[in-house]
């Protein structure tokens, strides 16, 4: 069976991604730094899962040693802090270009060789529609998206002579473990009314995104942003 590597796999889209990969043959190595919530999402899929902080080079590689084989990685785990860019402090905005930059290309370090290994494989990585879109008061969190898109044309670019592509996706409003409360009551409704499709997205919107960019059938797709935001960043919905 090939093996795919998730990380942030202890809830929402991780989760969600680690479900569908499983479903679709793959071995999942469930990495999360909640390594609690890991090992939970492993049994779940009958997968492995690591304690990992995506955020320590020395950690991901340590992981990455006990990991014989990657077919496929998923850089899903992202933080945000969301504030005036006036207001935002050094150790947050730190913290949001460790884990939604570099986190990504630790990751790559530690497991394209084993793509390599494998003769070629995928890499998907999570940005957001925040990146193309870009609102007042998400601090750093939209820059890091567009830096996640452009390190995506990087890899795809570096590592295509290997057989290795590399792709991102850019969620839009999906409800999920860590934003269920912004989609509260008339919050909710709201929300939908502004997308095309008239509705907010769910985990697996974006884990069935995942599935096809780890698959066979997207064996000639590099380089690409996918948003799956309900035609979000297409422009205003009409009324």
Known sequence: MPTAVVTGAGRGLGRATAERLARDGFTVACLDLDGASAAATAEAVGGVGFACDVTDRDSVLAVAAQIPECHALVNNAGIWRFESILDMGPEAAQAVIDVNVLGIVW?????????????????????????????PGLGMY?????????????????????????????PGLIVSDGTAANYEGEKGAKRAAGVPLRRVGAPADIADVVSFLCGDDSRYVSGQVIYVDGGLTAGAAAR
């Open 107 to 135: 990751c790559a370090q530690a497991f394209v060789p084993k793509l390599r290994a494998a003769g070629g494989g995928s890499i998907v990585n999570l940005s957001s529609g925040a990146a193309h879109t870009h609102s």
């Open 142 to 170: 939209p820059a890091t998206k567009t830096a996640v898109e452009s390190l995506t044309k990087t890899m795809a670019l570096e590592l295509g002579p290997d057989g290795i592509r590399a792709n991102a996706i850019g």
